[in-house]
């Protein structure tokens, strides 16, 4: 079992930065791909970012691309998205979640139902 816990959401103004963190509680959090995703209101839930177990793949949505960027520590156990140049169309929910499956095989995946846990979610605020 993994319980994840979001952090870093917030009000930016268009164009600014936030950085978001997900803290990760129970063992082998090495073992999970890990993924961020975000949901609008009266949209559905998308990929945003993804990464593999030791980090050596990431993986973007088009829309994020050379804006954003994950990363992992697994010594403390926590997963972080940058984003840069944030856009008012950016406003959501961001989660993050994991996937043990592909995580054991060096994977990551942009399918929101391949992952086992979910955080709660923070909320992310880029007004224009």
């Known amino acids: 079992q993994v319980q994840l816990v979001e952090s870093g959401g917030g009000l930016v103004q268009a164009g600014g930065s936030l950085r978001l963190s997900c803290a990760a509680s129970g063992p082998t959090f090495s073992s999970y791909a890990m993924g961020w995703f975000r949901q609008a209101p009266g949209k559905e839930r998308e990929f945003v970012a993804a990464i593999s177990r030791f980090g050596s793949s990431t993986y973007y949505a088009e829309s994020v691309k050379d804006r954003f960027t ?4 697994n ?3 926590t997963v972080y998205l940058q984003m840069n140049s944030l856009k008012p169309e950016e406003t959501a929910v961001y989660y993050c979640a994991a996937d043990y499956r592909r995580g ?5 995946t ?18 224009s």
């Open 104 to 108: 054991r095989s060096g994977a990551a």
């Open 110 to 127: 942009s399918d929101p139902g391949g992952y086992d846990y979910w955080g709660q979610g923070t909320q992310v605020t880029v007004s």
């Open 70 to 73: 994950i990363s992992r520590d």
């Open 75 to 77: 010594a403390k156990n």
